[in-house]
């Protein structure tokens, strides 16, 4: 056999695992968060300063009371990463809803119409893609306020352009087909066309660059509530809970670090999830020179 004959790449987890492994993982921050009020042995925001800055179980002076310790307010550290999880999925998977439709319609328009609505479209989205997305949130936060509905707005605003590129190209190639070609002669609307025989080949793409932004939209909201942008405090978030151990890292560590520990496992799922999932869809980008 030829050295230069490309073989399937031997990853250390298969697409089956990371999907499984990665699933299981959001599936189960999803289920955590829906079950939060029976789950969480305590109310996040109950404060009790006698026992302020608790260390968990597992070390000197913990209690199993705590299990992973208390913040500065004698808040339980575990219902609060619980109800945390809330937030924290909420706003990034509907900021990234909120991304893909106004990135996919922006895409299909520029992609299907051609000529100026091209041009201003992506100029647009060139231009906002070469501005650091982080910056522009923490200005938009910075202007309209942190809340909830802000927060998922500018998030949205800040990855639109993501989608649009993708559903640009795709829409390009796609108007090529013969299928498509063959519906606009017999003189079907540009609604149909784009309903009937585009979207529905974009669907699977579509659903691993949405998996993929989720992880994106997470760490976002996480950056800009450390910075103090996002939800006001003390709502339970997990990058309020960050912001509040980072300033107390040397006398109560357990609650920055386990609030990143969650972060990481989260998005570490999803990304894994999203990986398996793009393999599965392209089989292609397994394929890798020996």
Sequence with gaps: MSATTLRPRRALFGKGFKMTLGGGIVLGAVLVAIFAP??????????SLSIRMKPPAWM????????LGTDAYGRDLLSRLIYGSRLSIL???????????????????AGYKGGRWEQV???????????????????????????????IFVLGVSRWMIYARVVFNLTRALRQRPFVEA??????????????????????????????????????????SYLGLGLPAPTATWGNILSE????????????????????????GINMFGNGLREHVDPKSRLAPR
Excluded: K
Excluded at 38 to 47: E, K, M, N
Excluded at 60 to 67: C, F, I, L
Excluded at 127 to 144: E, G, N, S
Excluded at 255 to 264: D, E, K, V
């Design 60 to 67: 000197a002076g913990g209690s199993a009371a705590h299990w």
């Design 38 to 47: 029976l789950i969480a042995p305590y109310d996040p925001y109950q404060q």
């Design 91 to 109: 706003v990034g998977v509907t900021s990234m809803l909120f991304s893909c439709l106004l990135g996919s319609a922006a895409g299909l328009i």
């Design 245 to 268: 151990g980072s300033s107390r890292l040397f006398v109560a560590p357990w609650i920055a670090n386990l609030a990143g520990l969650a972060i990481i496992i989260l998005v570490w």
């Design 183 to 224: 519906a606009t002669l017999y003189g079907a609307s540009d609604r149909y066309v784009i309903w009937r025989h585009l979207l529905p080949q974009m669907v699977p793409v579509l659903t691993v660059v949405s998996t993929l932004q989720v992880a994106q939209m997470v760490l976002q909201e996480t950056a800009l």
């Design 121 to 151: 479209i992506m100029r647009f989205a060139d231009a906002q893609m070469a501005f650091p997305d982080i910056l522009l949130a923490i200005l938009m936060v910075a202007a309209l306020g942190g809340s909830a509905v802000n927060l």
